[in-house]
């Protein structure tokens, strides 16, 4: 199955041609009003503060003039008030491309059976993605979800962002995008090839009891960039020899971002492809979205994707099945 099945068909891209059409006359609108509305906006709040600081300053100590107590709250309030007025000036450009995403998505998903785009929710698979494939994090984001099935193909995939900790102290487990699928042959256990970690976290790893064990591919660079565990090492050895070893040596051949991803877990395949930027984002409203430079991109990249989820479904089927 190649990423060229993936791709849209010439009556949709014509669709999506349309769209974008329509798209740039509404852009060019709330650009405009953006334009306004920005300096209006945060431009009261500042004449406000000014206006207000001034009349403070006729109860204040004349040492403490603009700088006393009272100004500097009304300073710190006044800028959370021009944030927040600056995000409700953009608010028709944000409403927009939000509006855009939601019609563009599911034209380029055309090909899928029951597709079904989400923005900002938990997506149904993720609670049941082995931990073991990122590592430990404590808080997640989500942004867009594409859900489906293509032909005896069904996936869910979406972005998202794992981490831990918060502000400078904040280290991230994963970002990128994350496609969910039903194996062709259900794994009697858990698969994961993770990113090796380093020699402190297979330390404590050592120190408490974990049901997961390591074993190796026999390919060296790949047993130096992976770590590969399972609860089952009977059924994980001629995959991870085989088949898997395989799939991730062609995913380093061919993902240009990050180091991908593979878990199994009864019959649920994840597959993580790491990306630092947002897959579906949309240039600032005040660039115009051109159809090879903005949008055919994603489209390839979505058909190496859902390929490659392909290919990785396949790992565990026998090779009848496979074929």
Avoid: C
Wanted: net charge neutral; proline share 5%.
């Amino acid at each position: 199955m190649e990423a060229a099945d993936f791709m849209p068909s010439e009556a949709v891209i014509v669709g999506i041609r349309h769209n974008i059409e329509a798209y740039e006359a509404k852009r060019a609108s709330a650009q405009k009003q953006v334009r306004w509305r920005v300096p209006l906006f945060v431009g009261l709040v500042i004449v406000f503060v000014v206006l207000t600081a001034w009349l403070f300053n006729s109860a204040a100590d004349p040492n403490e003039q603009w700088l006393s107590t009272p100004h500097v709250f009304l300073y710190l309030g006044g800028f959370i008030v021009a944030v927040l007025l600056y995000f409700q000036a953009l608010r028709p450009a944000t409403r927009l491309q939000q509006s855009f995403r939601d019609t563009l998505l599911p034209m380029i998903f055309g090909f899928v059976r029951d597709v079904r785009y989400q923005h900002g929710v938990r997506p149904n698979s993720f609670d049941r993605m082995p931990r073991e494939t990122v590592g430990a994090f404590n808080r997640q984001s989500f942004d867009d979800t594409i859900s489906g099935r293509y032909e005896d193909f069904p996936f869910e995939l979406y972005e998202a962002k794992l981490w831990e900790g918060s502000g400078k102290s904040e280290t991230t487990a994963f970002k990128g995008v994350i496609v969910a699928f039903e194996t062709i042959e259900p794994f009697p256990g858990t698969l994961v090839a993770a990113r090796r970690a380093n020699k402190m976290v297979h330390f404590f790893r050592g120190m408490f009891a974990n049901k997961m064990q390591e074993l190796s591919s026999g390919v060296a660079e790949l047993d130096a960039a992976y770590e590969f565990r399972t609860d089952n090492i009977e059924a994980a050895r001629p995959l991870v020899t085989g088949r898997l070893a395989q799939a991730l040596t062609w995913l380093g051949e061919t993902w240009p971002y990050d180091q991908a991803r593979v878990a199994l877990s009864g019959s649920d395949g994840f597959l993580l492809m790491p990306r630092s930027k947002n897959f579906f984002e949309l240039p600032d409203i005040s660039v115009p979205i051109d159809y090879n430079t903005h949008v055919a991109p994603m489209i390839a990249d979505l058909g190496a994707m859902l390929a490659t989820a392909a290919l990785v479904r396949k790992i565990g089927a026998k090779d009848e099945a496979a074929g």
